[in-house]
């Protein structure tokens, strides 16, 4: 099984999300994502089989992963670069931090069940298109900047990748819900 853990979209964020960036970009360089499998990975773990997707499990659910908290995505970036992007992305105007914090968490819980922690910084954002070849995209990320879109971050969701035509299905397998205020 390919496996991830992302922090998953609510509904009306993800409409809400979808309308602007259908305002302000039209046309999406490259292969755009479809809204529906919007998320923010939080660590893709590859291929495991199904016993250490139990381990998974209960290492995320026996762990401290904070409080509930705010977050907005807003503005457009590119990777590696905008001068020869690869991937179009939203990132996070507000809840950077809280986001860390999470992230962090979810390394240490994997650590304890032999997953080495994730030797480049997490840079947390959505993926809006895939570009290949790579393309020229500053004139998108330069011009105006996508309007904040506000949620709750109060979950962190263990999905299930399956690659096939019509590119890959995401499926949720489990939830681990942060402690209520």
């Known amino acids: 099984?390919?496996?991830f853990l992302a922090v998953s979209l609510?509904?009306?964020t993800r409409h809400r999300l979808a309308h602007l960036v259908s305002l302000r970009?039209?046309?999406v360089p490259g292969r755009p994502v479809p809204p529906d499998k919007w998320h923010l990975t939080l660590r893709f773990l590859g291929e495991v089989?199904?016993?250490m997707v139990e381990r998974i499990r209960h290492a995320v659910d026996d762990a401290d992963l904070g409080e509930a908290f705010p977050m907005a995505w807003g503005g457009l970036g590119a990777f590696p670069r905008a001068s020869r992007a690869s991937v179009l992305w939203v990132g996070v105007a507000r809840g950077a931090e809280a986001l860390d914090a999470l992230d962090e968490s979810v390394d240490d819980a994997l650590e304890?069940?032999?997953f080495e922690a994730e030797d480049r910084p997490f840079q947390p954002h959505l993926t809006l298109a895939r570009l290949r070849p790579p393309e020229d995209i500053?004139?998108?990320?330069?011009g105006e900047p996508l309007p904040e879109v506000a949620m709750r971050v109060d979950r962190v969701t263990l999905y299930e990748s399956r690659l096939g035509a019509g590119g890959a299905k995401y499926e949720a397998l489990d939830?681990?819900?942060l402690s209520r205020k």
């Open 138 to 142: 500053r004139s998108v990320v330069r």
């Open 112 to 114: 304890t069940v032999g």
């Open 25 to 27: 970009l039209p046309e």
């Open 175 to 177: 939830e681990f819900e």
């Open 1 to 3: 099984m390919r496996v």
């Open 49 to 51: 089989d199904e016993a």
């Open 10 to 12: 609510d509904e009306e």
